[in-house]
């Protein structure tokens, strides 16, 4: 798939970005990765990555009061970084979830969310 290893590439341009990857987040499984991992394991932050999108799509906690509305992104932030999962939204089966790691100190998060937000859309149309 082209359009997943320019994403890769093109995430990893996000000032901070420490990794990278495309994950099905309903097997866990890591369809591409790039740069560093939490640990150095990218098949666990892939299946955990799948654990928070499965958590936080099955929640009633997380429903919003406007009907169809759809869970786009979470953000999870520790002491030295930024976690940001964007869900992939398609028109048949949407099953994957670009995942990006960013050094706190240098990372911006609004920046980041406008960029994976166009990555994911140009994913979609390759």
């Given at each position: ?45 892939a299946a955990g990555t799948a654990e928070v999108v499965q958590a936080a799509n099955s929640r009633s906690l ?65």
């Amino acid at each position: 798939m082209p359009g997943v290893d320019h994403c890769l590439q093109e995430a990893m341009t996000i000032p901070g970005a420490v990794g990278a990857s495309i994950v099905d987040y309903t097997t866990g499984f890591p369809v591409a990765t790039t740069g560093a991992a939490p640990n150095s394991d990218h098949e666990a932050a892939a299946a955990g990555t799948a654990e928070v999108v499965q958590a936080a799509n099955s929640r009633s906690l997380f429903v919003s009061a406007v009907p169809h509305d759809l869970l786009e992104d979470l953000i999870i932030t520790t002491a030295g970084g930024y976690h940001l999962l964007r869900l992939v939204q398609t028109e048949f089966d949407s099953r994957l979830v670009l995942y990006v790691w960013l050094d706190r100190v240098r990372g911006n998060l609004a920046v980041a969310r406008r960029k994976m937000q166009r990555l994911a859309d140009e994913l979609v149309t390759t």
